[in-house]
């Protein structure tokens, strides 16, 4: 099971970036895939999710409306787009399964970082003038 952020980067404020996430070893189109970020001192949190049903999204009040989270089976990658950057999004960026529970439980999103199990290598996500 591997999933590998890749994407980030220095952006002005107001800027925009993609970040990726590339799966394997699990069946992606089961799978809830969550974007969570942390900034230093900070807990982790889940910005956004995509679960395995169709229009099943979830965003952070924070980036509602700044972010668009979408999933390509076919290729195995979850995408964040983020736009409208801030200072604030400064943070290291992970994507994250859970792969316990039933199958159906899967592809459900998580709400708290720590109900992901499965985390991949983050990507630097630095906004700054």
């Known amino acids: 099971v591997q999933l590998q952020a890749s994407g980030g980067g220095l952006v002005q404020p107001g800027g925009s970036l993609r970040l990726s996430c590339a799966t394997s070893?699990?069946?992606?189109?089961?799978?809830?895939i969550g974007w969570l970020r942390q900034a230093p001192g900070k807990e982790p949190e889940v910005v956004s999710c995509?679960?395995?049903?169709?229009?099943?999204?979830y965003y952070a009040d924070s980036v509602k409306g700044r972010f668009t989270i979408s999933r390509d089976n076919a290729k195995n990658t979850v995408y964040l787009q983020m736009n409208s950057l801030k200072p604030e999004d400064t943070a290291v960026y992970y994507c994250?399964?859970?792969?316990?529970?039933?199958?159906?439980?899967?592809?459900?999103?998580?709400?708290?970082?720590?109900?992901?199990?499965?985390w991949g290598q983050g990507t630097q996500v630095t906004v700054s003038s």
């Open positions: 994250a399964t859970d792969l316990r529970g039933s199958f159906n439980s899967r592809g459900i999103c998580k709400l708290g970082a720590y109900q992901y199990n499965r």
């Open positions: 070893g699990f069946s992606l189109d089961r799978s809830a």
């Open positions: 995509v679960g395995s049903g169709p229009l099943t999204t």
